[in-house]
């Protein structure tokens, strides 16, 4: 499949998904207004969507908030944020995106937004004094594939419905546990109930892992189509792997949002009978993505990496 | 009814809607290569727009190198005249070399490489061409979907009748087109 198909393939699945969880969350509202009570049923679900209208409404100050991201003042920067044009240009934006900063020595980066117009990319200082200019550019059109395939969107939806879906079962939880049970509903019903509201946050956790890891290959091959230069994009994955810290105001809820899983070491995930732990890792393992990128460009990475300047240096030695 | 004039009628139905969707994948592709061309032509603007600028500072301190002055602008007119992509990329080309001129002259001077106002042009003017370059990569992209679309069956019985032409690439050297990054997930 050639990168526009699977462009394409990609917004497909998104309106599936969205359908799917859709779904998923009126199926545990109406497990609640079975088991326990109608009335209860249609408030959950009233609360849920109140819940999503707001986070959906939200989202890119909370994001920016989770992320501690913090606006570029005007003047500072500039090469970087010439960069971020030059990538949005190639990949045929209409908009430039903001650019944000995030203080952290872990280098990583990350997009928001739920339309291209609104959208930013945000990296930690540690991505600019640890990345050369070329693997940075890689990295930023990482990002920038992310808003171009509406993965930014599909996140930020997907998160949101999770946590709807976690408050809906929560709701009904504390229903069964504060003895609020009305209505006459059979044992198996109540059985079913229990299961399904036990379920349904972790069936909603895994949909969304398993969504942005599939985004990570699309977003790794478009990035070398828009550079037209696969081999940065695999030496800055390289050099991410390589580099062991980790970002300090990482959270669970925004991990799907960065170029590398910013809590914990990606790279010693295997295929295998680790299987079932990487359902709920939000990043495919470098290694895979590396051999991913190896292939669609035809070449192999060198054993060490490049020792080119950092971004960061680069940009205090000209000035 | 005769039951072959059913067929005949659904056949026509699914023939009209096949039709519908390939022309609307083409205005579609077609319009996608008319952004990424505009993307171009701003950057070429921009460009052509720096470079009085340019001439009037390195003027200032070498007025005798008349010769260089008359290319840079020669090359700039025949950019801002260039209509078609191919032309605008010869064009473009054109005024790199005449830059490249300029600046050798430039490097004479010290003075003038020191000074604020050179500086920045020239920061511009290296800021232009790497947009160039990225708007190319983006141009090129959508134009050879494009010309796919239309010099491939099916659509291709649908583009010669109702006008749509494969386009010009950008590029100096000819229909070079640019390598399409496949991917296996």
Same mark, same amino acid.
């Given at each position: ?319 | ?7 005949? %009628?659904?056949? $026509? ?6 039709? *519908?969707?390939? &022309?609307?994948? !083409?205005?579609?592709?077609? =319009? ?62 054109? %005024?790199?070399? $005449? ?6 002259? *430039?490097?004479? &001077?010290?003075? !003038?490489?020191?000074?604020? =106002? ?65 991917? $296996?997930?």
């Amino acid at each position: 499949m050639t990168l526009q198909e699977q462009i394409r393939a990609n917004r497909f699945r998104s309106a599936i998904v969205v359908f799917g969880f859709a779904l998923l969350l009126v199926l545990v509202a109406g497990l609640i207004g079975l088991a326990l009570d109608l009335s209860l049923g249609a408030v959950a679900l009233a609360a849920a969507v109140v819940y999503g209208v707001f986070a959906l409404l939200r989202s890119r100050s909370m994001i920016a908030g989770f992320t501690r991201a913090h606006e570029l003042p005007p003047g500072e920067l500039v090469p970087l944020r010439r960069l971020v044009e030059n990538v949005s240009i190639a990949a045929g934006l209409p908009v430039t995106p903001d650019v944000r900063i995030v203080d952290d020595t872990a280098p990583n980066a990350f997009a928001a937004g739920l339309r291209p117009e609104k959208s930013y990319v945000g990296v930690t200082t540690g991505l600019l004094s640890t990345m050369p200019k070329r693997e940075l550019e890689a990295v930023l059109a990482h990002e920038v594939s992310h808003i171009r395939n509406r993965d930014t969107y599909l996140m930020t939806m997907a998160t949101v419905f999770a946590g709807a879906i976690a408050l809906v079962a929560d709701i009904g939880f504390r229903t069964l546990a504060y003895g609020g049970r009305s209505r006459k509903a059979g044992a198996l019903v109540g059985v079913l109930a229990v299961v399904g509201l036990l379920l349904a946050p972790y069936a909603a956790l895994m949909l969304r892992m398993s969504l942005s890891r599939r985004r990570e290959f699309l977003a790794d091959a478009g990035a070398g189509e828009i550079l037209n230069d696969p081999e940065a994009m695999a030496l800055a994955l390289r050099r991410l792997e390589v580099d062991t810290t980790t970002v300090r105001y990482a959270e669970a809820s925004t991990a799907h949002l960065w170029v590398e899983s910013p809590t914990e070491r990606v790279g010693s995930h295997g295929a295998g009978i680790l299987e079932f732990s990487s359902w709920f890792n939000t990043h495919p393992p470098m290694r895979s993505r590396i051999a991913a990128l190896e292939e669609a460009g035809g070449f192999r990475l060198p054993e060490r990496l490049p020792t080119d300047e950092p971004f960061a240096t680069e940009v205090a030695r000209i000035r | 009814m005769p039951g072959w004039l059913w067929i005949l %009628l659904a056949v $026509a139905g699914v023939v009209v809607l096949v039709a *519908a969707y390939g &022309y609307n994948r !083409l205005v579609r592709l077609r =319009n996608e290569a008319g952004t990424g061309w505009a993307n171009i032509d701003v950057q070429l603007q921009r460009r052509a727009d720096l470079i009085p600028n340019l001439v009037e500072a390195v003027k200032g301190y070498a007025a005798h190198e008349r010769g260089v002055f008359d290319e840079v602008t020669r090359a700039r007119t025949a950019l801002r005249q260039a209509t078609t992509p191919g032309s605008a990329a010869v064009a473009n080309e054109g %005024l790199t070399a $005449a830059l490249g001129r300029l600046f050798a002259v *430039a490097e004479a &001077y010290p003075d !003038l490489k020191a000074s604020e =106002n050179f500086l920045r042009l020239q920061e511009d003017l290296t800021d232009t061409e790497d947009k160039i370059s990225a708007a190319r990569r983006y141009y090129n992209a959508t134009v050879l979907r494009f010309n796919t679309a239309v010099q491939t069956i099916p659509w291709l019985l649908l583009a010669r009748p109702l006008g749509f032409r494969a386009r010009e690439f950008f590029s100096a050297e000819g229909d070079i087109a640019p390598p399409e990054v496949s991917f $296996a997930p």
